[in-house]
Nanobody
Framework: QVQLVESGGGLVQAGGSLRLSCAASGLTFGSYTMGWFRQAPGKEREFVAAINWSDGGAYYAHSVKGRFTISRDYAKNTLYLQTKSLKPEDTAVYYC????????????????WGQGTQVTVSS
């Protein structure tokens, strides 16, 4: 069965950085677009970043562009999200997800989800 397991979250001060990881198993990692989403308390889950399986093209939400970088290691079946210049408004549970579609930022287009990792940014 497909498993996506996130790690790397934690408590960090504003301006700090974290690297989130998502270990994937049970799917052909190289054939899936992988994305990061986040959900803050009382808010809907929102798109953060994704990287296509076909060409490695990456795309980002406007709110994180220039601060977050998504990448993937095909040999390790692992997705990463390097964050920097974190802000209190980045506080959320961060989820990784997978889809066979390309170029999508829509949560309902993603078939597989991890359990999430908490990121808390203090001011």
């Amino acid at each position: 069965q497909v498993q996506l397991v996130e790690s790397g979250g934690g408590l960090v001060q504003a301006g700090g950085s974290l690297r989130l990881s998502c270990a994937a198993s049970g799917l052909t990692f190289g054939s899936y677009t992988m994305g990061w989403f986040r959900q803050a308390p009382g808010k809907e889950r929102e798109f953060v970043a994704a990287i296509n399986w076909s060409d490695g093209g990456a795309y980002y939400a406007h709110s994180v562009k220039g601060r977050f970088t998504i990448s993937r290691d095909y040999a390790k079946n692992t997705l990463y999200l390097q964050t920097k210049s974190l802000k209190p408004e980045d506080t959320a549970v961060y989820y990784c997800a997978g889809t066979r579609r390309l170029g999508t930022t829509t949560t309902t287009d993603y078939d597989y989800w991890g359990q999430g990792t908490q990121v808390t940014v203090s001011s």
